[in-house]
T-cell receptor, first 115, second 110 residues
Framework: ETGVTQTPRHLVMGMTNKKSLKCEQH?????MYWYKQSAKKPLELMFV???????ENNSVPSRFSPECPNSSHLFLHLHTLQPEDSALYLC??????????????FGSGTRLTVV | QKEVEQNSGPLSVPEGAIASLNCTYS??????FFWYRQYSGKSPELIMF????GDKEDGRFTAQLNKASQYVSLLIRDSQPSDSATYLC??????????FGRGTSLIVHP
């Protein structure tokens, strides 16, 4: 496996369900991110993990809960979501050095539909 | 509030022409600039990054940066139908986390 792998590719869940998104990066990067992409809106940063520690939580509702067990894996736990949470959820990784990055590598994304 | 502005398009160009995609940013402290290409139903892919004023060329792609005008552009020479996609501009400054624009849709017609 190379790059950034995300599973599942598609997810349909009810508002009372609990599910998790998984991301794994094989690039040796030291930072991982969750982004939300909705139609006609810029990419929205949700969470940042740098060296496994969460460094940013961009005012995301508590129904989204991240977990980063090591520098290669990142999860996004979902519970009691709302229909407006339907979107493409993208995982990304980068190598951060002295406050500089050289661009993201994105996973293929999870298309989430909340019914 | 940091903002990156892009014309949503679509920008339509004939095959073989030069496509010019533009982006402005509000944060004067921005130091690094990125262009990503996103095909419909796919995730963004980094195609260019630029840090210094002037031009940076990579194959058919040229990124241009003018920090005084807070303006970044991407030129695609000899445009091909396979270049049809949405192009995202991003800028990062003191925090290395970039701010993304909404993207410009490019259509290259045969």
């Amino acid at each position: 496996e190379t790059g950034v792998t995300q599973t599942p590719r598609h997810l349909v869940m009810g508002m009372t369900n609990k599910k998790s998104l998984k991301c794994e990066q094989h690039l040796g990067h030291n930072a991982m991110y969750w982004y939300k992409q909705s139609a006609k809106k810029p990419l929205e940063l949700m969470f940042v993990y740098n060296f496994k520690e969460q460094t940013e939580n961009n005012s995301v509702p508590s129904r989204f809960s991240p977990e980063c067990p090591n520098s290669s894996h990142l999860f996004l736990h979902l519970h009691t979501l709302q229909p407006e949470d339907s979107a493409l959820y993208l995982c990304a990784s980068s190598q951060e050095s002295e406050g500089q990055i050289y661009g993201y590598t994105f996973g293929s994304g999870t298309r989430l539909t909340v019914v | 509030q940091k903002e990156v502005e892009q014309n949503s398009g679509p920008l339509s160009v004939p095959e073989g022409a030069i496509a010019s995609l533009n982006c402005t940013y509000s944060d004067r402290g921005s130091q690094s600039f990125f262009w990503y290409r996103q095909y419909s139903g796919k995730s963004p892919e980094l195609i260019m990054f630029i840090y210094s004023n002037g031009d940076k060329e990579d194959g058919r792609f040229t990124a241009q940066l003018n920090k005084a005008s807070q303006y970044v552009s991407l030129l695609i020479r000899d445009s091909q139908p396979s270049d049809s996609a949405t192009y995202l501009c991003a800028a990062s400054g003191g925090s290395y986390i970039p701010t993304f624009g909404r993207g410009t849709s490019l259509i290259v017609h045969p």
